[in-house]
Antibody, heavy 116, light 113 residues
Framework: EVQLVESGGGLVQPGRSLKLSCAASGFTFSNYGMAWVRQAPTKGLEWVATISYDGSSTYYRDSVKGRFTISRDNAKSTLYLQMDSLRSEDTATYYC?????????WGQGVMVTVSS | DIVMTQTPSSQAVSAGEKVTMSCKSSQSLLYSENKKNYLAWYQQKPGQSPKLLISWASTRESGVPDRFIGSGSGTDFTLTISSVQAEDLAVYYCEQYYDTPFTFGSGTKLEIK
């Protein structure tokens, strides 16, 4: 059974940093691209970033380019999202998703609140 | 960016009824080399994470009931639920994975009368 478990969320002040993790199990992690998708409170879904199966390619939405970094550790079957220079508009539930074209499995999500 | 427009924004139906919802993209999602439409449908029940229902516009994922039917090509797509059940209460999103940034529609909220 595919499982994706996010962690690392919380309350953070504007301008500060936070790092999310996603522990994967139930599939061969190193064979799949992975992604982060977010959902602001009571809003729709918004793709944030994708990383290729081997980490050699990364893709970001414009609003997070230069501030967020997606990475992975295939030996640990873990996906990361380093979020720097956080803004209030980054407040959302962040989902880790297997990017099997399309997003075929999702984690339960982790809340990130950016507020002073 | 490819803009995805979903209509209606909400719909209330009785159990057993048929429901259809629309998703239109601002450019074609049909890739000429493989004749595939890069369009997915997701279901998000209250308090849960999204679940993939349909990929490639019309391919149901394993375990998805056959009352969920995806159709369409190019820029116009439809999700049909042939006989709505109480457990289908959810928001349904379409998503294009033809090009980055991958984009979602704003969702259709399905309510059960």
């Amino acid at each position: 059974e595919v499982q994706l478990v996010e962690s690392g969320g919380g309350l953070v002040q504007p301008g500060r940093s936070l790092k999310l993790s996603c522990a994967a199990s139930g599939f061969t992690f190193s064979n799949y691209g992975m992604a982060w998708v977010r959902q602001a409170p009571t809003k729709g879904l918004e793709w944030v970033a994708t990383i290729s199966y081997d980490g050699s390619s990364t893709y970001y939405r414009d609003s997070v380019k230069g501030r967020f970094t997606i990475s992975r550790d295939n030996a640990k079957s873990t996906l990361y999202l380093q979020m720097d220079s956080l803004r209030s508009e980054d407040t959302a539930t962040y989902y880790c998703a297997r990017h099997g074209q399309p997003f075929d499995y999702w984690g339960q999500g982790v809340m990130v609140t950016v507020s002073s | 960016d490819i803009v995805m427009t979903q209509t209606p924004s909400s719909q209330a139906v009785s159990a057993g009824e048929k429901v259809t919802m629309s998703c239109k993209s601002s450019q074609s999602l049909l890739y000429s080399e493989n004749k595939k439409n890069y369009l997915a449908w997701y279901q998000q029940k209250p308090g849960q994470s999204p679940k993939l229902l349909i990929s490639w516009a019309s391919t149901r994922e394993s375990g998805v009931p056959d009352r969920f039917i995806g159709s369409g090509s190019g820029t116009d797509f439809t999700l049909t639920i042939s006989s709505v059940q109480a457990e289908d209460l959810a928001v349904y999103y379409c998503e294009q994975y033809y090009d980055t940034p991958f984009t979602f529609g704003s969702g259709t909220k399905l309510e059960i009368k």
